[in-house]
């Protein structure tokens, strides 16, 4: 009982698996399912809790066993039972050539049912990984499933060299990643703007989409929503701060989005978050996103969406309006919006919005019977 609260404290993170706990605690010894779940029972008589309060171990059927009581350590290093090893999260980078001769980099992460995310800019399938501004999503996107990521046409380890490019590619690079990988019914995550394309992806096939998660995202682009000449001057000026000051060694420029993604965050993961724009893409091609994206429009589709879907936004971030958040929510029936306390569009790991979001992400993504 001791070992199996011991891993999931050393796991709290994240959703830990039954099979994983019965390889942790009995290792090669066989044992049934009936020992494991005594033994939860009697970590829960230990620390107080039962069965149906949950409030310090969660039940997530179909998967298993979270800690989610708030912990407080003495150093802050997490430590592990002796002689087992924590399930490595190291990804494995393919490459697979959409019909139009675009190669693209998708990544894999992780253990258990699939999660896919969208692709969306400023992104860089083996600098992520090392990132302070994206390993913490990494983490708990995978979380006790496999995450299915890749780099959309133009940006990190995809090709860059595109002579044009529409909304339309970047779908068809979604469905080039899952033909891919054979998926046949799975979760779709869209973050920021991969959002639209998750929405478009889904309406297009409603069969292969179990449950629709949207973050951070919006119906309209920036020129889309935009309703006076102040708001569709602010966007043509910041697709020119990108062309001008995107590549530069001096960050000053790329520090500008900075601010706006992650207004609250200290010095550091405002100089990681500048780097990170850096390597994702050229100036011209960052400049040809913004372009592209400005000008997208799903919201009859959202209109015909019928798949569960979950819609979490933070309520004074910067960079997309929460009024999107809204507008979704009243097009997609029967979607349920989740409103997230921060101003970053990107949540740190250390904010209290980060826990609500993952806690949400996994009760949803638990009812999946895709």
């Known amino acids: 009982m001791f070992d199996v609260l011991a891993h999931l404290l050393d796991n709290r993170e994240r959703v830990v698996a039954k099979t994983e706990l019965l390889d942790a605690v009995w290792g090669d010894r066989f044992v049934s399912e009936s020992a494991l779940t005594s033994r939860i029972k009697a970590a829960r008589q230990a620390v107080g809790d039962d069965g149906s309060a949950q409030h310090v171990i969660r039940t997530v059927h179909g998967r298993g066993y979270q800690l989610i009581a708030a912990v407080r350590t003495k150093d802050g290093q997490p430590r592990y039972r002796p002689g087992y090893e924590a399930p490595s999260l190291e990804q494995e980078i393919r490459f697979c050539t959409t019909s139009d001769g675009v190669r693209l980099a998708y990544a894999t992460i992780g253990h258990g049912p699939p999660l896919v995310r969208a692709a969306h800019w400023i992104t860089h399938l083996d600098y992520d990984w090392h990132s302070p501004v994206w390993r913490h999503w990494l983490e708990g996107l995978a979380g ?16 860059h060299d595109i002579d044009d490019w529409s909304f339309e590619d970047f779908v068809h690079d979604l469905e080039t990643v899952v033909d891919e990988l054979e998926l046949e019914r799975f979760p779709l ?10 929405v478009a992806y889904t309406d297009r096939h409603p069969e292969r989409v179990s ?95 019928r798949v569960p879907t979950l819609i979490l936004h933070a309520r004074d971030e910067l960079r997309v309006p929460f009024e999107q958040a809204r507008m979704f929510a009243a097009l997609i029936s029967g979607s349920r919006l989740v409103p997230l306390d ?16 993952l806690r949400e992400l996994d009760l949803f993504l638990a009812e999946d019977d895709g």
Do not use: K
């Not at 299915?148 to 940006?155: M, N, S, T, W």
């Not at 995550?189 to 998750?198: H, R």
């Open 144 to 159: 006790g499933r496999t995450l299915v990521r890749y780099d959309e046409r133009g940006c990190g380890l995809s090709d």
């Open 189 to 198: 995550i869209g973050v920021s703007q991969g959002g639209p394309v998750a």
């Open 211 to 305: 449950r629709l998660v949207l973050v951070g995202t919006y119906a309209q682009g920036r020129l889309r929503r935009a309703r006076t000449d102040e708001e569709r001057r602010e966007a043509a000026l910041q697709v020119e701060l990108a062309r001008l000051g995107w590549g530069r060694d001096d960050p000053t420029f790329r520090r500008f989005f900075t601010s706006i993604f992650i207004p609250n965050a200290p010095p550091e993961l405002w100089d990681a978050f500048a780097e990170l724009l850096r390597r994702t893409t050229s100036a011209e091609n960052a400049a040809r996103l913004m372009e592209t994206w400005a000008d997208i429009d799903v919201t009859e589709a959202a209109s015909r969406i």
């Open 342 to 357: 921060s101003r970053n569009h990107l949540m740190r790991p250390d904010e209290p919005a980060w826990e609500l979001f």
